[in-house]
Each structure stands twice: as C-alpha cells, then as structure tokens.
C-alpha cells in the first residue's frame, strides 16, 4: 500500500510517461492496489480536480504544445489526444484558453494560460514523522497576479521546521510559509523538483536525516565537467574535505567567473529546487539551488577571471578539485558566528604550519 503523496505522485508519472497511451483507470488502480472509486477520491481531495480532470488538462496542454511546436494538422493532433472531431477538440480547447486551436497556432509565443498549465499538477505533501495521524505539510506551487509570478508555498508546517524557513527568508503566515519569484527562467522545472524533492531536501537541512553529500557532489562533477568552466567548493564539504570533522546536510559551489553564470544556469535548470537567477548581493552576480540526492547550492562570483591558485585543493572521487582555503573559510565562519567551526578550522591552520 502507498502514503497519499507517493499515490499521487505515481499516478502523475503513469499519466504523464506516456500521455497518449494511458492505461485504463481500473488498471492504474490496480498496480496501487485499491478500487477505481478510491484512488479517484483521494486524487480528487489532494489536488481540487478529478482525476479525469487532470488527465484531460493534461491532453489539452501537450496539444497545445504539438500546436505551437509542429505543423501537424489540428485534426490530427485532435485524434491523437482522443477527440472524436476537430469541433469537438476546438470547444474543449477553447474553453481552457480562451482562443480556437487555429488561433493559438497564430500566436508568437505561448500563451499564459498554456504556461501555467505546466504547473497545475505540482502539488505534494511532507508526512509527519510520526505514528498517529496528524496534519502534513502540503508543498505545492502557485501562479500569482501574473503568469510569469510564481509563489512556492508550504503550509501546515510544523514548527519545528519553522527556523528552516525563516532562515531562507520565506513569508510567514501562521503555520504556512511563502517564497515568491518573478521572471524565472525554466520555472518549470524548479515547481517539479520542489514538490517531488522537498521532502528530503527540508530533513536533510535540518538535520533530520544525514544527507548523501559525497554522492551528491559526485554527481554535481559529472555535470560541472561538462561546462569546463572554473568552480570551487565552499561551506561544510570544503571543510570535511580538509579533514576537519563536520557533518555537511548540503553541498555549497562557487562558479568562479560571471561570463559563466548564464551557461551554467541553463544546464542545472533541469535540477533546481531553488531557481538560479542573476542576482546583485553578497559579491555574487547569480545563485540558486539545485537538488541531486542532495541539496546543492550554487553562487557565481562577480569577477569576469578569478585567480583559481589562491584555492586549496583535494582528491574527492580520484580527482583533484578546488575549495576554498583554510583561511577563507575561517573568515566566513567568523562572519556568520559560528565559534565552534573557526575554533576547528584555528586548529587545522596550526597543524598545517607546524
């Protein structure tokens, strides 16, 4: 059997893997487990629309991609998503967004409507850690005032996740929490891995369960080496990999030069829990946050050639790669107070003079 959020979510996978192809609603019920009448209720109470609904605004949207996309034939693509006439497709189409498929085609860009029903289905919940039943946080998105205005929102959060959001400068409401962007490039894919990684990523930072940052950095390399642009590591992992005993709960990158920001954003979109956007504060001309078994945030630094050799180096995974020096962590520590980690890192400098 599956807690509601994993039955959403793999009903939105099934849904989606193969959206022309989807199995009948008894059979997808029944790789879950439960009755046709059942997994449709709680569909229906998790996410505000039936689950025929969703399947249908789902058809409509990837629709309106094949029309903005393709030369296909309306008719055609009409067919394909199970209308049994162009008319019939025109009416459903129209009445979602507000214009005749053959117009839509016309258009020069997307239409908002079709924009924001990429996010519709993002919604997932965070289980409390606990036996008896109690109320769950609900991770979900949500478009405000204007369709390139977004809103990630969690609400019913227990408190002891409180700090976690105060500390990312979120809104707070009551028991509910607020974090808005504008203008987010690729938004798509942050509204996704919020809602399918948000879970973790929040007992990971709080320290609720230990977070793979070894893995998570390998994968990062993967990725990074891909780019060939100059990186380093800050924060915990910078430490741990100097061999001073710290638990790191995410993994801190520092992309050493600006010219990279917009290649590097534009390939770790697809990974973001927090978008990566340009930015003016703290040295750094842009930042965000992905997520890759663990969180892993990424700034980039205003210098258009920064000096690599004023860097420490380590072996991680066979290789050697960048991080900060003893002395620039120590500074940072300072700056943020924390006493226990500047005495450590204090140490390490000894050892490493004497």
């Known amino acids: 059997m599956f807690f509601l959020r994993d039955m959403i979510r793999l009903l939105k996978c099934w849904i989606d893997e193969d959206i022309e192809n989807i199995p009948p609603l008894s059979e997808l019920a029944g790789r879950l487990g439960y009755s046709v009448f059942y997994v449709s209720k709680k569909f229906h109470e998790a996410e505000g629309i039936s689950l025929r609904e969703y399947i249908t605004g789902r058809k409509l949207c990837q629709a309106a991609d094949k ?110 929490f607020i974090k808005t962007y504008d203008n987010v490039a690729d938004f798509r894919y942050c509204a996704q891995n919020y809602v399918n990684f948000g879970e973790l990523s929040i007992k990971q930072l709080t320290g609720e369960i230990p977070a793979p940052w070894e893995n998570a950095l390998d994968l990062f390399i993967g990725e990074i080496d891909k780019l060939g642009v100059d990186w380093y590591i800050h924060g915990s992992v910078a430490l741990a990999l100097w061999g001073i005993n710290v638990t790191p709960k995410d993994v801190n990158i520092i992309i050493a030069n600006a010219p990279d920001f917009e290649k590097v954003r534009a390939h770790f979109a697809r990974y973001a829990i927090a978008p990566i956007q340009p930015c003016d504060e703290y040295g750094m001309c842009g930042g965000g946050q992905i997520f890759m078994e663990a969180a892993i945030s990424i700034w980039t630094q205003k210098q258009d050639r920064y000096d690599m050799s004023a860097l420490g180096k380590a072996s991680c995974k066979g290789r050697d790669v960048y991080l900060s020096s003893l002395e620039m962590l120590r500074k940072d520590n300072e700056y943020y107070g924390r006493d226990e980690r500047v005495a450590l890192i204090e140490e390490k400098l000894l050892k490493t003079k004497g």
């Open 67 to 176: 029309l903005y996309t393709t030369t296909e034939r309306i008719i055609d693509i009409a067919v394909r998503y199970d209308y049994s006439s162009q008319e019939a497709f025109s009416r459903a189409f129209k009445k979602v967004y507000g214009v005749p498929p053959a117009v839509y085609r016309r258009t020069q860009k997307p239409l908002p409507r079709v924009e924001k029903t990429e996010l519709l289905g993002y919604m997932g919940t965070v289980g409390p850690n606990k036996k008896n039943r109690g109320n769950q946080m609900k991770l979900y998105v949500k478009q405000m005032q204007d369709w390139n205005y977004y809103g990630l929102y969690a609400e019913d959060v227990d408190e002891k996740y409180w700090d976690y959001f105060k500390a990312g400068l979120w809104w707070q409401l009551g028991g509910s």
